[in-house]
């Protein structure tokens, strides 16, 4: 109470104006910062709200955590999933009755974990209060979890929700729990969430700030309009959550978050990858290369699947260009950076794919702990037959409806491999865009071009490029892989994620603003081609795309320069606002990971 300012010793007046106004000054600014939050917050264009994804905890695809995410689509458990949600509630429930001990349930968890919380039946009067006042609680306080900045992206909330909404169908969470993080989706109430309080053992900060908001405690975002979360949840006709039981553990113990934003990363980075192959097309064209690098005898030689795939798939995406037709005044090799790009951006496809397989598992499957084993029996495997496994054997009565299995604690919440994915893709993205920055450069020197370029034309910016290149090369810095003795020394190891995370995303972006460079030159280019001899053709894939990008993006716009939009951000827009597929769909022998399949599988 001593905290509280009316229980403050009154004094004098002057005191207790002082204390007023300090009040005041600290509501005002309370208000001022959520003010500002608000302000920067970007909520999402609900453009498929009318759809419903079905989530059975093991096809939950790429694109579809966007869809939820990022458009608004509705989200429902299917039947078999809220079954094996029930079941492993059920059989959580049994365990504590049979008194088998179950971290973070029946037994603390981090440093209490040897703490016993309860004994017995769960649903008995005096447990059951017990664990109802706890686990409000705890919900409760999750609304303080963390620090600031605010996750100022609806999207990156909403993944984190999808994620978890799918996952949580192997855990042990209460019925009302479990539709309750359907209701967020679906009535778009999207808690504040703080974007430090990770370190990538799982996201308990960021997991416990939706935590607060299912209870009303805290502040959340109701279809994009900022207000407590007690009030969004009226709005949407919900009373508070009633947790019970594990419900904290099932909820928070998970790398939803880090999960979440590399489904939304990933979805962007094939985009990038795929404007990669259109825009070396368009710059072979633009400098006159040499296509003996792509040719299939060449690529034999060296049989990488995947570079070997992206030389073909560039290779077919100028079928009919003039570069297959002799030139006398054609160069026999070109600069590296042409003649290597294939393999730069093979490689990059090679990380991305083993990036998307282990986001694909970590996305439908339990990263929780402990482990619900619903029907898992001692005979499964020799280890579950022995003393120290069997005393987490629960062998089923009333609770579980009869159900047996196991309660064992265990490290999958540690989110290895695609925390290292993460930072090998990331790499690999850096050594793709250093091929596209040096190929971009190239196209200054007549060396290498013949013919000056056009001028006043709104050709790529060496500047822009070099200055892109210095912010991609300082964000592949691995994390350091250091450990802090966290939790009385009970978690001592760190992923990091956030800041993997984080600097992922940022080098996707930074690449879509490179490759934007990159096509305003090679157009640029393709334009002095043309002049030079009218008869070019540059091939399917390249046409179509220079077409439609000097539709969008003059070479010379007839507006004033103080009203024109710069090159850049036309350029920019034009490839966030096309989808690459829309210049080039991939032939029918095309089975690489570029197809939209492997998003949607």
């Known amino acids: 109470m001593q905290n509280r300012p009316e229980c403050l010793p009154q004094g004098t007046l002057a005191t207790r104006m002082i204390r007023v106004a300090t009040l005041a000054v600290s509501l005002a600014a309370s208000l001022v910062a959520t003010v500002a939050s608000a302000a920067d917050f970007h909520p999402i264009n609900p453009t498929m709200a009318d759809r419903t994804v079905v989530l059975d905890g093991r096809h939950l695809t790429i694109g579809e955590v966007v869809d939820v995410a990022r458009h608004g689509a509705k989200v429902a458990l299917s039947p078999e999933a809220r079954q094996r949600s029930a079941d492993a509630y059920g059989l959580l429930l049994e365990a504590a009755r049979e008194d088998v001990p179950v971290y973070w349930f029946n037994r603390g968890f981090g440093a209490g974990r040897e703490h016993a919380i309860f004994s017995g039946d769960p649903t008995s009067r005096d447990n059951k209060e017990l664990l109802t006042a706890r686990e409000l609680a705890q919900f409760r306080r999750g609304a303080l979890a963390g620090i600031g900045p605010e996750v100022t992206r609806e999207e990156d909330v909403r993944a984190m929700l999808v994620v978890r909404a799918n996952t949580m169908t192997y855990e042990a969470a209460s019925p009302a729990l479990t539709q309750r993080l359907l209701d967020l989706l679906n009535d778009r109430i999207t808690p504040v969430v703080r974007s430090r309080g990770s370190v990538g053992e799982a996201d308990l900060a960021p997991l416990a700030n939706v935590a607060g908001a299912m209870v009303g405690v805290g502040d959340a975002y109701y279809h994009g309009i900022r207000m407590p979360a007690g009030a969004a949840l009226r709005r949407a006709g919900l009373a508070p959550l009633a947790p019970f039981a594990a419900d904290d553990s099932a909820l928070e113990s998970s790398n939803a978050f880090f999960t979440g934003e590399m489904a939304l990363m990933a979805y962007d980075a094939r985009e990038a990858l795929f404007w990669a192959d259109l825009a070396y097309a368009v710059d072979l064209n633009g400098m006159n290369s040499s296509i003996t690098p792509l040719a299939l005898p060449v690529q034999r030689n060296r049989p990488f699947k995947w570079v070997n795939w992206d030389a073909a798939r560039v290779l077919d995406m100028m079928r009919g260009s003039y570069l297959f037709n002799k030139d006398d005044k054609r160069i026999i090799q070109d600069p590296e950076s042409l003649r290597a790009s294939s393999i730069r951006q093979g490689s990059a496809w090679q990380s991305w794919t083993q990036m998307r397989d282990d986001l694909l598992v970590q996305m439908n499957s339990s990263d929780h702990n402990p482990a619900v084993l619903v029907g898992a029996s001692p005979g499964d495997s020799w280890e579950l037959n022995t003393p120290e496994l069997m005393q987490y054997y629960v062998k089923g009565g009333p609770l579980s409806h009869g159900e047996h299995g196991f309660v064992l604690s265990n490290a999958n919440w540690d989110p290895y491999p695609l925390a290292n994915d993460v930072e090998a893709f990331t790499i690999a993205l850096a050594n793709m865009d250093v091929a596209v920055a040096q190929r971009l450069l190239r196209f200054t020197s007549t060396f290498f071009t013949v013919l000056p370029p056009l001028p006043d034309a709104r050709g790529g910016s060496d500047f822009n490029s070099a200055a892109l290149m210095q912010e991609i090369d ?128």
């Open 474 to 601: 300082g964000l592949i810095n691995p994390v350091p892989p250091e450990g802090s003795a966290l939790v009385q020394n009970v978690e001592d190891l760190e992923a990091g994620t956030r800041l993997k995370a984080r600097r992922a995303r940022r080098v996707v972006a930074d690449t879509i603003d490179l490759l934007a460079e990159d096509l305003l030159t090679g157009t640029e280019w393709l334009d002095m081609r043309k002049i030079e001899d009218s008869s070019r053709s540059f091939g399917l894939a390249p046409t179509a795309l220079w077409t439609a990008f000097r539709h969008a993006v003059p070479l010379k716009p007839n507006v004033p320069l103080s009203s024109a939009q710069s090159a850049h951000a036309e350029a920019v827009a034009f490839i966030r606002g096309h989808a690459a597929e829309t210049f080039y769909g991939a032939p029918p022998q095309d089975h690489g990971p570029g197809q939209r399949r492997h998003i949607e599988q």
